[in-house]
């Protein structure tokens, strides 16, 4: 019976130096807040973070868009479904719930409901029909 010459994978080696620290979730989702936040101040836009401790309904995540509801979401899996369905859930009824979300290494994303954008279209339409006027 012949041995096999074949290599065997070796394991990888992690680099030296500092192990990674794992996150808790309450702490990355501070995190992804406060960079929202910051995404939105960096367009002019006055932003903060929301009062997480208040609790209960119409407590977005991130505060500075009139009349939205803003879920933020900083994971690199999920279900946007389920987002929306904790914005809408969480919004007071009169604004629009949104979810902003990133993965790591790319740009922000929102997501709403199909008939708030269309809502939105029809408003910008209307507005620039009257200054047309």
């Given at each position: 019976?012949?041995?096999s010459?074949e290599k065997?994978?070796t ?5 030296a130096?500092?192990p ?10 501070k995190v992804?807040?406060?960079e929202?936040?910051q995404f ?8 903060r973070?929301?009062q ?13 868009l009139p009349?939205?509801h ?6 690199e899996?999920?279900?946007p ?5 904790q914005?809408?859930t969480?919004?007071?009824?009169s ?7 990133r993965?790591?290494n ?12 269309i809502?939105?279209?029809?408003e ?6 009257a200054?047309?006027?």
């Amino acid at each position: 019976m012949k041995k096999s010459t074949e290599k065997k994978p070796t394991k990888s080696v992690k680099p030296a130096g500092k192990p990674k620290k794992k996150i808790n979730s309450r702490t990355k989702g501070k995190v992804g807040e406060l960079e929202f936040a910051q995404f939105l101040k960096d367009r002019g836009i006055i932003a903060r973070r929301g009062q997480q401790f208040k609790g209960g309904s119409d407590s977005p995540d991130v505060v500075g868009l009139p009349g939205f509801h803003i879920e933020v979401k900083r994971t690199e899996s999920g279900n946007p479904y389920n987002w929306m369905h904790q914005a809408c859930t969480d919004a007071n009824p009169s604004h629009v719930p949104i979810v902003a979300h990133r993965k790591n290494n790319k740009n922000w994303v929102i997501i709403l409901d199909a008939r708030d954008f269309i809502n939105m279209v029809q408003e910008v339409q209307n507005v620039r029909a009257a200054e047309n006027a």
